[in-house]
Each structure stands twice: as C-alpha cells, then as structure tokens.
C-alpha cells in the first residue's frame, strides 16, 4: 500500500503560479503511475496530469496542457504538478494517485490517494 501526501497549495492571483508536491512512501514498482487530480466544488474529480516513475512518460489534459508541468523525482519518491498562468478555474483540491501500468485519466484506476491540497486562484 503506497501513502501518498500532497503540499504546496495556497492563494494566488490569476496568471501566476504554484507547485504542488506529492510526496509517496511504502512500496512503489517502476511500472507505477502517478496521476493529478483536481476536483471543484459540486463537481466530479477531474484528471490534470500523469507520469510514469520509470522513464518519466508524461500526458495531460487539454484543459492544462501548455500550462502545467508533471515531473518526478525518483530519489525523494516525489511527483511535482508545476501550474503557470493559473486561472480561476482552476480553483480546486488537487490529489495524487498512484496505479499500476498504463495511462488512464479514470479516477477508478488508481489505487491510492492523497488527501488533497486547496488551489484557489482569485482574478
């Protein structure tokens, strides 16, 4: 079973940016994912990013493609969501998730998550 801890959330104007965190702990396999998702308030968890902890395969939603960046750092065991030019939008609590094999932008995939991390972005 693999703990997942997400940080870095806050406030911040629209057109500026934030990086979360996802720090992972217990046993994770190379063939692992690890997905961010985003849910808003009276809405359904939405898929932003995933990569792979192997080979660092990368894929986004269109929503924040262009804007946001996923990427790992297999030494800490940490996932980052780097988020630019953010939008109000973009407003949301965003988790981690980790899977094994294979790309999927379906919340029911993943086997573990975090417990998320408030982005609020104000105009």
């Known amino acids: 079973q693999v703990q997942l801890v997400e940080s870095g959330g806050g406030l911040v104007q629209a057109g500026g940016s934030l990086r979360l965190s996802c720090t992972a702990s217990?046993?994770?396999?190379?063939?692992?994912?690890m997905g961010w998702f985003r849910q808003a308030p009276g809405k359904e968890r939405e898929f932003v990013a995933i990569i792979k902890w192997s080979g660092g395969s990368t894929f986004y939603a269109d929503s924040v493609k262009g804007r946001f960046t996923i990427s790992r750092d297999n030494a800490k065991n940490t996932v980052y969501l780097q988020m630019n030019s953010l939008k109000p939008e973009d407003t949301a609590v965003y988790y981690c998730?980790?899977?094994?094999?294979?790309?999927?932008?379906?919340?029911?995939?993943?086997?573990?998550w975090g417990q998320g991390t408030q982005v609020t972005v104000s105009l």
């Open positions: 217990g046993r994770t396999f190379s063939s692992d994912y």
């Open positions: 998730a980790n899977k094994r094999g294979g790309i999927s932008s379906s919340p029911d995939r993943y086997d573990g």
